[in-house]
């Protein structure tokens, strides 16, 4: 933990993971995707067949990295702890409702601000949505929210999420046995090596710097401590440069790669991740880490974002990437459709009753 | 009454370990505060919330737990 015990170490933190997200982009990732979260559970769940959206289907090294860095680096420091039993079931859900308005806006809170750097304005309009719904779990922290204590669990317990996810790349890559795209998002990717290796360095940053999303926003309201968003700031500076570098900045709402203009629907989308992961402790980013680090309840959310990404594709709740009108086809708006506006509303209400329903009950003994 | 106030941080999520610790600070100032925790990044948020607030604090570590004592 010393190696980022104060804010400029956090910023190079933040800015060597933006120099590895850049070097994905160039290796193959889609360039403003490089390494999203949420895209990359989404197109894991489509590997493995959970959805059958054709574009996004790709078992993505990246996730197994950022878990089995965090894994490796805590029990080399001896951070690694089993625990479990913090509200497990609401976590899940709330993994679920965080994919579900991820996908709607099109990338977790790491893509958002990736897009950001590229001039991406859409994604300038969902960060008003993600601070709001930071700002809102916050409001509930302070009011006495709380999901309830983990306990220390068998040693194993922890690790059945790590080990499982390195024997499912072992096998995709073995047997070719997963679906991949042949086309859209899912079939750009950097080779499965230098994917791996560098996820495996990220995680081992982000399980060091405690990066996260989140809590970046949530700790500046909370108790006005500039850490965390020092480490995003970073990130942003580097892909800002990076973008401007390769000529990848566009200042734009349309003809952004993978995004729509659909204003209200991209804040309500990050007003739910943002107002989930504050409830569940921690960006999508965040959760994998945990979970690395031996926590099955946040191995638990990951379960609910790969099986809301599912549920997102399989129902049709995925915001659709707006497109420009070609020879022979019309142009595309995007963004949800009903489906998707009704669960984003759904997932709210359901965001507010947990919020609501789960105060904290602690002795504090005297 | 004990001679101090005892929080216990123990398996809670982030931010909540810092929210107990700084609750207790503003109910109890001048008291001594007795923290016990297990996870090594919520030491770590403890201890620099208690560095902003210049507050001096002592560390254990005691089998996995760690204790960390102040004056609030």
Redesign the interface.
């Known amino acids: 933990?010393k190696l980022f015990?104060n804010t400029w170490k956090l910023a190079i933190a933040g800015a060597i993971v933006g120099v590895l997200a850049a070097l994905l982009a160039f290796f193959g990732n889609p360039a403003n995707m490089a390494i999203c979260v949420a895209c990359f559970i989404r197109d894991t769940a489509g590997a493995l067949s959970l959805h059958s959206a054709a574009p996004v289907q790709y078992f993505r090294p990246e996730i197994v990295g950022f878990v089995v860095g965090a894994f490796l680096i805590s029990l080399i420091?001896k951070?690694y702890?089993a625990?479990a039993?913090?509200a497990p079931m609401i976590r899940f859900l709330l993994g679920m409702i965080m994919m579900i308005g991820a996908l709607v806006f099109l990338g977790c809170p790491l893509r958002m601000v990736l897009r950001m750097s590229a001039g991406d304005l859409n994604a300038y309009v969902a960060l008003i949505g993600f601070a709001g719904g930071v700002a809102t779990g916050t409001l509930f922290?302070?009011k006495g929210f709380?999901?309830?204590?983990?306990?220390?669990t068998k040693k194993a317990n922890g690790m059945v999420l790590p080990i499982a996810l390195i024997i499912l790349l072992i096998i995709g890559v073995a047997t070719g046995a997963y679906a991949a795209s042949t086309e859209g998002p899912g079939s750009m990717h950097a080779p499965i090596a230098i994917s791996l290796i560098v996820a495996l360095i990220i995680g081992v940053i982000a399980q060091m710097s405690?990066m996260?999303f989140a809590?970046s926003i949530?700790?500046v309201i909370?108790?006005k401590?500039f850490?965390l968003i020092s480490i995003i700031g970073a990130l942003f500076v580097v892909m800002l440069i990076y973008n401007i570098a390769t000529g990848n900045f566009h200042l734009s709402f349309s003809g952004q790669p993978i995004a729509h203009s659909q204003h209200l629907w991209n804040i309500l989308g990050m007003y739910v991740v943002g107002f989930g992961a504050v409830l569940?402790?921690?960006c999508p980013l965040r959760q994998l880490i945990l979970a690395g680090q031996g926590s099955s309840?946040s191995a638990v959310t990951f379960l609910g974002m790969l099986l809301g990404a599912a549920f997102a594709h399989n129902f049709g709740l995925a915001g659709a990437a707006a497109k420009a009108a070609t020879e022979t086809e019309a142009a595309v708006a995007g963004g949800p459709a009903t489906a998707g506006k009704v669960a984003v509303i759904a997932c709210i209400i359901v965001l507010f009753i947990i919020a609501v329903t789960n105060k904290?009950n602690?002795k504090?003994?005297? | 009454?004990?001679e101090f106030?005892?929080?216990?941080v123990?398996?809670?999520?982030?931010?909540?370990p810092?929210?107990?610790v700084?609750d207790?600070m503003d109910e109890h100032p001048g008291e001594t505060i007795h923290v016990i925790g297990?996870?090594?990044?919520t030491r770590?948020?403890i201890e620099?919330?208690l560095k902003?607030q210049k507050k001096d604090f002592q560390t254990e570590q005691k089998n996995?737990c760690f204790e960390i004592t102040f004056q609030a």
């Open positions: 933990m015990n420091t951070e702890k625990t039993g913090s922290l302070k709380s999901l309830g204590r983990a306990y220390e405690r996260c809590g949530r700790d909370l108790m401590n850490d569940a402790g921690g309840d904290r602690l504090r003994g005297q | 009454m004990a106030i005892e929080v216990d123990r398996g809670l999520s982030c931010p909540e810092v929210l107990l700084m207790a297990d996870e090594a990044h770590t948020n620099k919330t902003y996995g």
